[in-house]
């Protein structure tokens, strides 16, 4: 059974930072692209960043760009997000996800095959 399990979440004041992790048992994805998105309440889920197989391509949506950053250790079946300079608006539960067949950023959900529980964030202004 393939899990995606995230951790790291909690409340943090605007301007802070907060490391998510998201590790993966079941199957290995160290070929596999792997993603964050986001929902805050009363909106859709969104995309974050992606990262590819081997961590040498990344992106991002515009709205995080230049503060939160994605990498992974295929060793440990691990991808993270890394956010600095928190928002407000930035409040969401954040979402990892895993793709069973793209080796390349994918930025749609329908690139995703498996999803973690969700970890909610928090920013207080």
């Known amino acids: 059974q393939v899990q995606l399990v995230e951790s790291g979440g909690g409340l943090e004041q605007t301007g802070g930072s907060l490391k998510l992790s998201c590790a993966a048992s079941?199957?290995?994805?160290?070929?596999?692209?792997m993603g964050w998105f986001r929902q805050a309440p009363g909106k859709e889920r969104e995309f974050v960043a992606t990262?590819?197989?081997?961590?040498?391509?990344?992106n991002y949506a515009s709205a995080v760009k230049g503060r939160f950053t994605i990498s992974r250790d295929n060793a440990k079946n691990t991808v993270y997000l890394q956010m600095n300079s928190l928002k407000p608006e930035d409040t969401a539960v954040y979402y990892c996800?895993?793709?069973?067949?793209?080796?390349?950023?994918?930025?749609?959900?329908?690139?995703?095959?498996?999803w973690g529980q969700g970890t909610q964030v928090t920013v207080t202004s």
């Open positions: 996800a895993a793709s069973a067949w793209a080796t390349s950023v994918q930025m749609n959900t329908g690139s995703y095959n498996y």
């Open positions: 990262i590819n197989w081997n961590g040498g391509n990344t």
């Open positions: 079941g199957r290995s994805f160290s070929r596999n692209t």
